[in-house]
């Protein structure tokens, strides 16, 4: 996999505030815009502030953001450690890790699996075939490039052919 070490990798869905949402009444979230109308028992309402009553400088130093990021940025890291796809998603979308392993400090989701694995092992498996130069690839033979990868077996390198 593509993994280089040294990149910087940028995912506003884990960026206080590169994402912005407010609702009607002004209430203000941030990282996913789905969080902004949801409930938690860890996080409550996801809800920084109030644009009518509440300064922006003052939310991003808010109790509500400093344990959001925390966690956040705890299943940033745990992913940066761990898997092999993140040069390619850069830590994930928050609100999937909540709504599928019930905690933002957490790593893999259905979501990531079928959006950003499984189209990352599609294109390197079609790259590894297109270096081959052989035959024409089928419609089925497309369709099936990666499923191997998506019920957990290891990518088995393929040798040229010729």
């Not at 969080?35 to 938690?40: A, F, T």
Request: proline letters at 5%.
């Amino acid at each position: 996999m593509l993994r280089p070490t040294e990149g910087m990798f940028f995912n506003q869905l884990v960026d206080p505030f590169a994402v912005t949402s407010m609702d009607w009444a002004g209430n203000i979230a941030t990282f996913s815009p789905e969080l902004l109308g949801l409930k938690n028992a860890v996080y409550g309402d996801f809800i920084l502030g109030n644009i009518n009553r509440d300064r922006l400088t003052d939310m991003a130093h808010g109790p509500a953001l400093i344990r959001l990021r925390q966690d956040i940025d705890a299943g940033v890291e745990m992913c940066r450690q761990g898997c092999e796809y993140f040069s390619i998603c850069g830590g994930g979308e928050p609100v999937n890790k909540l709504a599928e392993n019930g905690s933002f400090v957490s790593t893999e989701t259905t979501y990531c699996r079928m959006t950003k694995m499984r189209a990352t092992d599609l294109v390197l498996d079609l790259l590894d075939l297109l270096g081959q130069r052989g035959p024409e690839l089928s419609d089925a033979g497309i369709r099936n490039l990666g499923a191997g990868l998506l019920a957990g077996e290891a990518r088995i390198p393929v040798a040229p052919v010729g």
